[in-house]
Nanobody
Framework: QVQLVESGGGLVQAGGSLRISCTVS???????MGWYRQAPGKQRELVAI???????NYADSVKGRFTISRDNAGNTIYLRMDSPQPEDTAVYYC???????????WGKGTLVTVSS
């Protein structure tokens, strides 16, 4: 069974920085891994994604402020949040996708609260 565990969430001041992590329990080749977030009363949305080949894509709202990366083994991804704003407050979820068979795995989320 594949498990994704997020960590590193917490309270951060607006304009500060925070890095959250997601570690996968098994070494599997994922076609992509990414970060999503869900704020109270809102739908879950894509924040950033990184493909097996290393390509990245970001939501317009976080471009230039957030950076997604992964370790060399590919079992852990990170999201560095620079200059976060109160509107970035949300539960951040990690998702991993395999191509064959096509499956999605989700973590349980980590809460990030940005104070003004």
């Amino acid at each position: 069974q594949v498990q994704l565990v997020e960590s590193g969430g917490g309270l951060v001041q607006a304009g500060g920085s925070l890095r959250i992590s997601c570690t996968v329990s098994r070494s599997i080749v994922f076609s992509s891994m990414g970060w999503y977030r869900q704020a109270p009363g809102k739908q879950r949305e894509l924040v950033a994604i990184i493909t097996m080949g290393g390509s990245t894509n970001y939501a317009d709202s976080v471009k230039g402020r957030f950076t997604i990366s992964r370790d060399n083994a590919g079992n852990t991804i990170y999201l560095r949040m620079d200059s976060p704003q109160p509107e970035d407050t949300a539960v951040y979820y990690c998702k991993a996708t395999t191509a064959f068979p096509k499956r999605e795995y989700w973590g349980k989320g980590t809460l990030v609260t940005v104070s003004s």
